[in-house]
Antibody, heavy 113, light 112 residues
Framework: EVQLVESGGGLVQPGGSQRLTCAAS????????MSWIRQAPGKGLEWVAN????????YYVDSVKGRFTISRDNAKNSLYLQMNSLRAEDTALYFC??????WGQGTLVTVAS | DVVLTQSPLSLPVTLGQPASISCRSS???????????LNWFQQRPGQSPRRLIY???NRDSGVPDRFSGTGSGTDFTLKISRVEAEDVGVYYC?????????FGQGTKLEIK
């Protein structure tokens, strides 16, 4: 059974940094495209970033380019999202997804002073 | 960026009746290999999204056959043949033909 468990969310001040982690199990992580997708409170879904299986290709939505970095450690079956220069509009529930087929429960990031 | 426009945004349906959601794209979603990368998701209240349909018309494992997806190019439709109480939630289309991947605004299905 595919399991994706996000962690690392919390309250952070504007301009601050946060690192999210997604622990994956139940499938061959090193062969899978992985994504971060977010959902602001009461709003719709927004795709944030993708990374290919070997970690050599990353794609981002324009609003996070230069501030967020997606990465992975295939030896640890883990996906990461390093978020810098956080803004109020980054406040959201962040989901980890395996190829859009499987989703975690999400981790909430709140950017506020 | 590719814009996906869903309609209606609110869909009240009587139990047992059919429902239909449209998703129109600002660009063709046909990929270079000929496939069309359009998925449908269901998000029940308080839950994570669940993929229902991938590549326009392929149902995911465990998805009831009352859900079906059709369409091509820029126009796509999700149909529910007979709505059940458990179908309440928000439905999203998503394209992954072009970067960045994008979602529709969501359609909220409720029971009349």
């Amino acid at each position: 059974e595919v399991q994706l468990v996000e962690s690392g969310g919390g309250l952070v001040q504007p301009g601050g940094s946060q690192r999210l982690t997604c622990a994956a199990s139940g499938f061959t992580f090193s062969s899978s495209w992985m994504s971060w997708i977010r959902q602001a409170p009461g709003k719709g879904l927004e795709w944030v970033a993708n990374i290919n299986p070997d970690g050599g290709k990353m794609y981002y939505v324009d609003s996070v380019k230069g501030r967020f970095t997606i990465s992975r450690d295939n030896a640890k079956n883990s996906l990461y999202l390093q978020m810098n220069s956080l803004r109020a509009e980054d406040t959201a529930l962040y989901f980890c997804s395996k190829g859009s087929a499987d989703w975690g429960q999400g981790t909430l990031v709140t950017v506020a002073s | 960026d590719v814009v996906l426009t869903q309609s209606p945004l609110s869909l009240p349906v009587t139990l047992g009746q059919p429902a239909s959601i449209s998703c129109r794209s600002s660009h063709s979603l046909v990929y270079s290999d000929g496939s069309t990368c359009l998925n449908w998701f269901q998000q029940r209240p308080g839950q994570s999204p669940r993929r229902l349909i991938y590549k326009v018309s392929n149902r995911d494992s465990g998805v009831p056959d009352r859900f079906s997806g059709t369409g091509s190019g820029t126009d796509f439709t999700l149909k529910i043949s007979r709505v059940e109480a458990e179908d309440v939630g928000v439905y999203y289309c998503m394209q992954w033909t072009h970067w960045p991947h994008t979602f529709g605004q969501g359609t909220k299905l409720e029971i009349k």
